[in-house]
């Protein structure tokens, strides 16, 4: 099964308008940490925003903010008042604990959104 | 202060060829990330370095592939005999333990002719 499931290929959005990436996860941790990256066509990954299992509040930095809904496992990112630089791919990500739990492990990532900014 | 680098930044080598990638990460970062990306696609896990527990060497694709983790700084990725499906962008990242932000490097384009 897969742990993390993005299921839009390519989303579009005009200018200024907010947009919503859905991701979805698998896991039977009850803490874990889950992750944005932007990754614009010069390949660098770029580190968007965070969310701990355990944060009661939904992440928030600038113009991207999480929409954490725990039960239903899904960590949607949200985009407001898009600009032409947002035009990327934008995978979603999540870090689990290690085998023996005494340390987090690697960082499994999404298939990614192409996300197109028209003016 | 620094990031994360990686060396070369491009390589071309022949079929057959070994190739080392280096990865310096950011000091005082206790993990360290290998990934792989093909061409338009997501990232495949490769290895894990967490302080000096046993790395977590299960995205590792065949026993071609290994890494190391010298004094707990710079990794190396060596890949023997390549293979013209080992061509994709190599990328290292670190993070201090537990809840840190993970921070990627620029990667390194491997091009296997």
């Known amino acids: 099964a897969q742990k993390i499931t993005q299921t839009q290929p390519g989303m579009f959005v005009q200018e200024k308008e907010a947009v919503t990436l859905d991701c979805t996860y698998d896991?039977?941790?009850?803490?874990?940490?889950l992750f944005w990256y932007k990754q614009p066509s010069s390949g660098e990954m770029i580190f968007l925003i965070y969310?701990?299992?355990?944060?009661?509040q939904n992440a928030t930095e600038g113009r991207y903010s999480l929409n954490f809904q725990k039960a239903r496992k899904s960590a949607n990112l949200v985009i407001s008042a898009s600009q032409l630089g947002d035009s990327a791919m934008y995978f979603c990500?999540?870090?689990?604990?290690?085998?023996?739990?005494?340390?987090?492990?690697?960082?499994?990532f999404g298939q990614g959104t192409i996300l197109t900014v028209h003016p | 202060g620094a990031g994360v680098s990686q060396s070369p930044s491009n390589k071309v080598t022949e079929k057959g060829k070994d190739v080392e990638l280096r990865c310096d990460p950011i000091?005082?970062?206790?993990?360290l990330y290998w990934y792989r990306q093909s061409l338009g696609q997501g990232l495949e896990f490769l290895i894990y370095?967490?302080?000096?527990?046993?790395?977590?060497k299960s995205g590792l694709p065949s026993d071609r592939f290994s890494a190391e983790r010298t004094g707990g700084s710079v990794s190396t990725l060596t890949i023997q005999r390549t293979q013209q499906e080992d061509s994709a962008v190599y990328l290292c990242?670190?993070?201090?333990?537990?809840?840190?932000?993970?921070?990627f490097g620029p990667g390194t384009r491997l091009l296997v002719l």
């Open positions: 990242a670190s993070s201090l333990a537990v809840r840190d932000h993970i921070y």
């Open positions: 896991t039977s941790d009850q803490s874990y940490g």
């Open positions: 969310q701990g299992s355990y944060d009661e």
């Open positions: 990500a999540m870090r689990e604990p290690a085998s023996g739990g005494t340390s987090y492990g690697k960082l499994t």
């Open positions: 000091s005082g970062h206790t993990a």
């Open positions: 370095f967490q302080g000096n527990s046993a790395p977590d």
